[in-house]
């Protein structure tokens, strides 16, 4: 049985930071109902002008089933709010206020449900003198930290290119909602969780900030060489991605290095016996061990060098991950099919648990179960669900009167 099952969520996310957190409940096997603008639908059905389901769409919302609402109407509005005593959960990551306006912000929502668990996600929360602020995942980064801690000593920062800020800021999300939902079956009272993208990246700085109250500074940006010779190295084949990442933490690492690529006398090297002395002569071992990597490709120097204990990686491409031999035998890159695009590849769930195993369901069509849920969860008749479309409060996939308009 899912773990989740029988958990029941009101999903009024879009983008990625809402999505990626509700996705991971759909994962662990709640029923999530993301609850859509008709004919529009969540903004990120249409990134990058891909028209109607975008492969970004795709990707944040398997699992999901799809009922499109006019929230912005009076009906609509109490449509949602019939729905919100027969729920656990409801998230959104509307801009501050939205929901408010709306007039089904928090203090309305538990006066109908008092077990509800509401959860929202703001750039900068919803408190404090930045609270208004409009915010991205690349602006989070840059307000959290990120970015000052990313690039080479001598240049500019970097944004790093992983929605942490995003995604991020979903993992944290649906933890929250568990703890809270954890929480509800002893007090049997529901609660909100907020979550601010900005606290999400500074969360994740805590190594960094360790540092600054250990040096009394704002540590610098190192790039990629730190213990030496831990760094980044070219390997054949030429492209942007063929190099390999050594990290090297202790001395028994830097032994096996050494031994793996067939020169044991660095060991003794005068210019090599210490971190210090390595630290100090780091460009000419750089010299040395890109020598090696560059007769192999990056995937065969990582064997190589993982297999002696040497802890690295090649730089894996996107292409590369859906590729990957190992993530495959893990059964972690699945093909699944939808109505619009055909066949395609995704990652499944990143959480593995013995007892609980959910299957990777494409991402719905807008509007496509907008009869079941208002049938099943509201008890809906065909006739009240086909006028409420004609009246333009919901939207049905496929459009019932879509041949009469």
């Known amino acids: 049985m899912p773990a989740l099952d029988g958990v029941k969520v009101l999903d009024l996310t879009q983008y990625e930071a809402g999505t990626s ?67 656990d959960v409801v998230v959104e990551n509307f801009t501050l206020g939205t929901m408010e306006k709306l007039g089904i912000g928090y203090d309305v929502l538990k006066e109908v449900n008092p077990a509800i668990i509401y959860a929202t996600i703001k750039g900068f929360g919803t408190t404090g003198p930045y609270s208004e602020f409009k915010c991205f995942d690349m602006v989070a980064q840059a307000a959290g930290g990120s970015f000052s801690v990313t690039g080479l000593p001598d240049g500019t920062p970097m944004r790093p290119g992983a929605t942490f800020g995003d995604t991020g800021s979903g993992v944290h999300c649906a933890l929250g909602i568990l703890a809270a939902y954890i929480q509800r079956l002893s007090t049997g009272k529901g609660q909100m969780v907020e979550i601010a993208m900005q606290e999400i990246i500074a969360n994740f700085m805590r190594e960094p900030m360790s540092q600054r109250e250990w040096r009394g500074n704002p540590i610098t940006r190192r790039g990629n060489r730190t213990v030496v010779p831990t760094d980044l190295y070219p390997c054949g084949g030429g492209g942007p991605n063929d190099y390999l990442y050594i990290f090297t933490a202790t001395s028994r690492m830097w032994d096996a290095l050494t031994i793996a690529i067939g020169l044991p006398e660095l060991g003794t090297d005068p210019r090599f016996l210490t971190t210090r002395d390595r630290h100090a002569n780091g460009d000419a071992l750089w010299e040395i061990i890109a020598e090696w990597t560059r007769q192999r490709t990056k995937f065969e120097a990582m064997e190589t060098l993982a297999a002696a204990g040497v802890p690295c990686s090649a730089i894996y491409d996107t292409a590369d991950i859906l590729d990957d031999r190992h993530l495959k035998a893990r059964n972690m890159i699945r093909t699944i099919h ?3 695009v055909g066949d395609f590849q995704l990652l499944a769930p990143p959480v593995h648990m013995t007892d609980s195993e959910v299957d990777v369901i494409p991402a719905p069509l807008l509007g496509e179960h907008t009869a079941s849920v208002l049938a099943g969860v509201l008890g809906l008749s065909e006739s009240e669900i086909k006028g409420l479309e004609a009246a333009g409060i919901v939207g049905l996939e496929p459009p019932v009167f879509a041949a009469t308009r």
């Open 21 to 87: 957190s509700t996705q991971y409940l759909a994962w662990f096997g709640a029923d999530v109902y993301k609850v859509e603008r008709p004919g529009v639908g969540d903004p990120g059905r249409h990134v990058s002008g891909s028209g109607k389901d975008s492969f970004y769409f795709l990707s944040f919302n398997n699992n999901k089933k799809s009922v499109a609402i006019a929230l912005d109407t009076p009906q609509g509005r109490d449509l949602f709010l019939k729905l919100v005593p027969k729920v």
């Open 338 to 340: 939808h109505p619009t």
